[in-house]
């Protein structure tokens, strides 16, 4: 049983198009999260959401918009797809640990080429 | 500004040999430390953790390091094993921020030498 599944797991799509990525997460945690990992290989948080409630938004275009249906989903909806969003996107999890940092578990990652 | 910096891409090691990887940070108020794994195609896994409040963390082959005067954490395997061949990112957090946030190192491709 996938703890953390992410859908697609790769996504091809042309620059303009609206796209989205689906994550679900099994494990009972309240704090689900979007990460982009670029060419570079960063990997950095974009968003995070506990219980339904966005608490974490980094500086990123208002073209994503995360929703989170209830706290087991959390998708990423992208608009107006540009080149440079091309990148692996990763879906994560944790406990809410009551303010305190938890142990995140992540998804395999959807590959996202934009064209 | 990245605030946690893995400053070797790559690293080669001996099959039974011991191997270390290193992670430096800048922000003093991070005080509590992750090291992930990540195999080609797949999303990171956990593999340990360490407090500020220790200096060292032991799980089986792995342990890990903190520095705190230095900003300074090292994961050590020992022994080195093929299975082990992957990426390892480092990832800090300040656990009271109440905002679940971690910062992570670009990451190091670790190669065991059969």
């Known amino acids: 049983d996938t703890a953390v599944s992410q859908t697609p797991k790769y996504l091809v799509t042309q620059m303009g198009n609206d796209k989205s990525i689906k994550c679900e997460q099994n494990?009972?945690?309240?704090?689900m999260y979007w990460y982009k990992q670029d060419s570079k290989k960063f990997l950095k948080i974009m968003f995070s959401?506990?219980?339904?409630?966005?608490?974490i938004n980094e500086t990123v275009p208002n073209r994503f918009s995360p929703k989170s249906p209830d706290k087991a989903h959390l998708n990423l909806h992208i608009n107006s797809l540009e080149l440079g969003d091309s990148a692996v996107y990763f879906c994560?999890?944790?406990?809410?640990?009551?303010?305190?940092?938890?142990?995140?578990?992540f998804g395999p990652g959807t590959r996202l080429l934009v064209l | 500004d990245q605030q946690v910096k893995q400053n070797s891409p790559s690293l080669s090691v001996q099959e039974g040999r011991i191997s270390i990887l290193n992670c430096d940070y800048t922000?003093?108020?991070?005080?509590?430390f992750l090291w992930y794994k990540k195999y080609p195609a797949e999303g990171p896994t956990f593999l340990i953790s360490?407090?500020?409040?220790?200096d060292k963390n032991e799980d089986g082959r792995f342990t890990v390091f903190l520095n705190k005067s230095a900003k300074h954490l090292s994961l050590h395997i020992v022994p080195s094993q093929p299975g082990d061949s992957a990426v390892y990112f480092c990832?800090?957090?300040?656990?009271?921020?109440?905002?679940?946030?971690?910062?992570f190192g670009t990451g190091t491709r670790l190669k065991v030498l059969a």
């Open positions: 922000n003093s108020m991070f005080d509590y």
């Open positions: 494990l009972g945690h309240d704090t």
């Open positions: 959401y506990n219980n339904k409630e966005l608490i």
């Open positions: 360490i407090s500020s409040i220790k």
């Open positions: 990832a800090a957090s300040a656990a009271n921020s109440g905002t679940y946030k971690y910062i």
């Open positions: 994560a999890s944790s406990h809410n640990g009551g303010g305190k940092a938890e142990t995140q578990y």
